[in-house]
DNA sequence: GCACCAATGTTGGTCCGACCAACGTACTCC
DNA sequence: GGAGTACGTTGGTCGGACCAACATTGGTGC
């Protein structure tokens, strides 16, 4: 106990922990993948799970707001995971829909987003990690999920 | 239930959670204070609960690299917060002082900081507050505090 | 005492993600 | 048909985490 960590005032807020406990994710993430890994894998993992969706509903679910979408649909596009398309029924709209490829590439990031976690979480024990997510999950079902504007 | 919130791949991972808990806290605090007072927070923090620390040991025990460390006291100096001087036994080091208008302002950042926290975990009881906050330190405390380089 | 290496503070720059503003197009509702 | 609204797109700001380079200063081996 020589070295506190952090001031206590620091400590007690979520917040400033949660802060830095992303950033960790994010350094040890970029050992792993390039870091715009991270929004395709958001965006890919939203789309197997329900479906093709406009952009708009895609900001809307993951909580990206939609010029960023925009980008990281583009980006995914470009390198063929996934389609666009103009909704028939509503020509405003972009249909995005997951390719062969892209479905492949999910489950190669899903693998070492994995292995991110591991690292991240290793002084956790199983009991513990599932205590943690779901209290994360409880703060995040307590607030709108949708990007702030 | 009408509404899953985020795809249950994501659901799993820590680093995305966190991350998208960050992201709320730092929209909370954006209403009430400006967003660089976050930093300036945590600095003031370490200061008034270590005693005076040179720019180095502030960035290693924050986790915040030299480089920012040196924007942040430079801010904190210009609005009489905090003094620099270079430490006599050491003369590469500023020795980085608060002042009696940083302690205020300190304590004025901490009270805006703790309505954030109240709005952020407004879904989570006392009990499961501390919970949240005890495994967020121990995987903190399980990861150097150091930055990146 | 001198040469070398390490640490500090500083400057200047990149990158990503969350934002905001504005525009043209397309839909809805009345 | 007109007003208001949603969508996608472009172009920008800002904070924060990074990296590279440099001058100054300390420490160490010799």
């Given at each position: 106990m020589t070295d506190p960590g952090a001031p206590a005032l620091l400590r007690n807020l979520a917040s400033w922990q949660t802060g830095r406990v992303a950033t960790l994710g994010t350094r040890f993430t970029a050992a792993r993948m390039p870091l715009e890994a991270r929004s395709d894998f958001a965006v890919l993992a939203a789309l197997e799970e329900y479906g093709d969706l406009s952009q708009a509903e895609l900001g809307r679910r993951l909580g990206l707001d939609r010029n960023n979408v925009n980008g990281i649909v583009t980006r995914l596009e470009e390198h063929g995971h996934l389609e666009r398309r103009t909704d028939?029924?509503?020509?405003?709209?972009n249909i995005v829909a997951v390719t062969e490829a892209g479905s492949r590439h999910l489950h190669d990031l899903n693998e070492r987003a994995l292995a991110v976690q591991d690292e991240l979480l290793a002084a956790l024990d199983p009991g513990e990690r599932e205590q943690l997510r779901a209290l994360l999950s409880k703060v995040l079902d307590s607030h709108p999920a949708q990007p702030a504007s």
């Open positions: 028939p029924v509503d020509r405003r709209r």
